[in-house]
């Protein structure tokens, strides 16, 4: 019978060489994903700029700790001579395994959520009809794209839903409505070279076509709020019911003037107009069409742009201008500074948020209250100097795909700016030049050469 002494030898014999494999069989799991992040995952990019793999700081350490104490108890398994016993390395074989699975838990945890092409639809190809936009449906996940020969849903698995074809007359898609109350979209189609001499309502859970109507002199915008449909033509704003286009009313706009931008809403109907003497805010009651205002705006490079019409708002030089409810400027004087031309903006409520150069920095988001115009957050995304796209994200919140070294999709607070989490590494995605939208975690092409997926879908990554 053995004493209790070579007992507790044996024991401890064993517990060296499991401790002695566990740590071998970690360091060398992190040595291998330090290799990866060295030499597959980082950019030519220093690391003071981004271009190191998030964790890979700490993974190196990890990994030089684990080869530490390998070195230390196998020099206690040597000494001992603790490696003779069969049923301790199959002990230490087992253990070596299992320890595996934490270990790669705590580098799943450095390098943070990365997400990967889930599913994509093929690509058009160079004949296709080049893209307009897309209007997104966050409760089923739809998406639906629409080009100058017809409009395509995609549902919530990004399988193709219904399409619809070219107008009969086989005139083209110029434009269509921002908004689309009541899961109706509004299509004008050009022709002769006039965008919107015909425009078309389409019901956006079918797919069918609920009314079209011929407009003549048009001006080529369009818009969907409340229960109407707007449209402009040279000398006037008119306004249909949405679901049958019936004609509402007619404003005449002032004198010489032209309609560039509409917007609906329950009680209001913006106009943008412009003149010989300038670009103006006219403001109609959606339920008669009478005139209840118009203001000057101020000029600049690039039209005034709608923003929302309730509460309303309009982007025009380069600045920010918040409406009352009688159609007086909030904040005259004292406007915050909105790019014009730039298109990476999004209003998620009472909230527009937008990417705002710093001058010889990088960019950041900023969001301003439609209320009163005041700024109520400004943030750099990280270390990336650009922003990509901005969208809808999960539960309200603010999707952003910032571009640096790497590219991520932050999911932000819309009224705070606070972070959801860790910002989402994106990897080899079919995200080409030209304008992206983004539903959550759907993604739509609008790049015009037709040679990206229309639609794309990302998931978290499985493995390395």
């Known amino acids: 019978m053995e004493d209790s002494s070579s007992r507790t030898g044996r024991v401890s014999a064993a517990v060296r060489l499991t401790g002695a494999c566990v740590f071998t ?23 003071s700029a ?8 700490w993974l190196l350490l990890w990994a030089a700790a684990a080869a530490a104490g390998a070195g230390l108890l196998w020099w206690a398994v040597l000494r001992v001579r603790a490696y003779r016993s069969a049923a301790g390395w199959a002990l230490a074989v087992l253990v070596s395994l299992a320890a595996l699975v934490p270990a790669w838990q705590g580098f799943s945890w450095l390098r943070g959520p990365h997400l990967t092409l ?39 698995e990004g399988r193709r839903g219904w ?11 110029c434009a269509m409505s921002a908004e689309t109350p009541a899961r109706t979209g509004l299509l004008l189609y050009a022709w002769d070279g006039a965008c919107g001499a015909r425009v078309r309502a389409v019901d956006l859970d079918s797919g069918r076509e609920l009314w079209a109507k011929a407009l003549t002199d048009p001006s080529g ?36 003037a032209t309609a ?46 709608l923003v929302s019409a309730a509460p309303a ?17 909030r904040r005259d004087g004292d406007s915050p500074y909105v790019p014009s031309k730039d298109d990476r903006r999004i209003r998620l409520g009472d909230v527009l948020v937008t990417a705002v150069p710093e001058r010889e920095k990088r960019e950041v988001l900023a969001a301003f209250s439609l209320t009163d115009g ?30 640096g070294a790497y590219a991520h999709l932050w999911e932000l607070d819309p009224r705070t700016g606070a972070q959801a989490g860790e910002p989402a590494v994106l990897r080899d995605l079919p995200m080409g030049g030209g304008r992206t939208a983004l539903y959550g975690r759907t993604f739509v092409n609008l790049d015009p050469r037709g040679t990206l997926p229309p639609v794309f879908d990302v998931a978290p990554v499985l493995g390395w």
């Open 25 to 47: 069989a970690v360091a060398l799991l992190y040595a291998v994903l330090c290799g990866k992040s060295l030499l597959v995952d980082m950019t030519a990019t220093v690391c």
């Open 50 to 57: 981004g271009g190191c793999p998030r964790g890979l700081g």
């Open 118 to 156: 889930f599913g994509h639809q093929a690509p058009e190809g160079p004949s296709a009809g080049g893209p307009l936009g897309s209007w997104g449906e966050p409760v089923s996940a739809s998406v639906i794209r629409v080009r100058t020969d017809g409009v395509t849903l995609y549902d919530g």
């Open 163 to 173: 399409r619809l074809g070219p107008s009969p007359d086989g005139s083209e898609i």
């Open 221 to 256: 915008t369009v818009a969907a709020g409340g229960s109407l449909a707007v449209t402009a033509t040279t000398g006037a704003v008119v306004a249909h019911d949405l679901r049958t286009g019936a004609e509402r009313w007619r404003s005449p706009l002032p004198p010489g």
């Open 260 to 305: 560039t931008d509409l917007l609906a809403g329950p009680d209001r109907v913006l106009a943008v107009t412009r003149s010989a003497t300038g670009a103006g805010l006219l403001t109609l009651d959606a339920a008669t069409g009478a005139r209840a205002r118009q203001t000057p705006l101020p000029t600049g490079i690039e039209p005034a742009r």
């Open 313 to 329: 708002a309009v982007i025009a030089g380069d600045r920010l201008l918040t409406f009352d409810a009688e159609g007086r400027t």
């Open 374 to 403: 005041r700024l109520l957050w400004s943030r750099p995304l990280g270390d990336d100097w650009s922003v990509r796209t901005l969208g809808t994200g999960r539960e309200g919140r603010l999707a952003a795909v910032s571009e």
